[in-house]
């Protein structure tokens, strides 16, 4: 039977691998310790000796020269979480080690905050919901909303979260525009969106939604002069990066065009500055990064890589594995 371990943040072990998931993968391979944080494995790293594979997540240690020289019969990496940035060496990719990560797993419930937010603006839930606030009354009717009916999404970024976003999205009679320099026209047919230039996907869309990975190209790439052109009551939601907009030029087009919604699960810096304008504006939504894997969904990930663990086991081709090519794209 292969030797593994846990090493991860213990504060999130028991939700990433819930006990259910622990249960089936204690039937698959001998777990050589008790689960331990980083700093524990690198009080001892002898703890790694006969260790195969390493079952992980957050606050997983990199695999640096001094660890795997102390890990020497290591292959495998199963990464419950989303990039491996901070985890995968130039000296592990020398060694081979095989590296999967659960960040379509992790993705899925960014594409589903995603979709409630566009769903939710597009009927102008927030302009409704500030109305209220401000009057105490209701608003008279008929409501001069979009709606999800023949309405226009513009996604920024066809990323893993971006084409979750895309297939949930495929239910309703939306209008999919999307930027992405790296996706071909083909490529995006058979997705069902049609790709536009990033200045069309502002000028345009009804809600455009941000899934752009945080890079050195990418940091500012959202300017002002994009939320100028945004449509009368367009909506703008942001679960990628908060660096990737430029935050005061942004606030600056908000605070004279009240028309626009900007949705934030995420800022630069987060949380904002004490006395930050987004405390304060009106046609902001504030959420303290949470579309990301939270409480009992982070199990999937957890699930995701006992079905990579069995797929390694039995030799077959892991369906999350990461390249060295894929990770140097990776944010």
Known sequence: MKKAIYVMDQRSFDLVYPKFVREEIEQLVDIVAEPINKEQMLDDLS????VEILLTGWGCPALDERLLEHAPNLKAVLYAAGSIKTVATEAAWERGILFTTAVSANGQPVAEFTLSQILFCLKNGWQFVRSIEATQQYPA?????????????????????GRHTVELLKPFDIDILAYDPFVSEEEANQLGVKLCSLED???????????????????????????????????????????????KEMIDVLQHRTDITAVLDVTDPEPPVQGSPLYQMQNVVLTPHLAGSEGEECGRMGAYMLEELKRYINEEPLQWSVSKQQFQKMA
């Open 47 to 50: 703890v790694l000796q006969e």
């Open 141 to 161: 009717k008929p409501f001069a909303i979009k709606g999800a009916y023949r309405s226009v999404v513009g996604l920024i970024s066809l990323s893993t979260v």
């Open 201 to 247: 996907i502002f000028h345009k869309a009804d809600v455009v939604s941000l899934h752009t990975p945080l890079l050195e190209e990418t940091i500012g790439m959202i300017t002002a002069n994009h939320f100028s052109v945004m449509k009368q009551g367009a909506s703008f939601i942001n679960t990628a990066r908060g660096a990737v907009v430029r935050e």
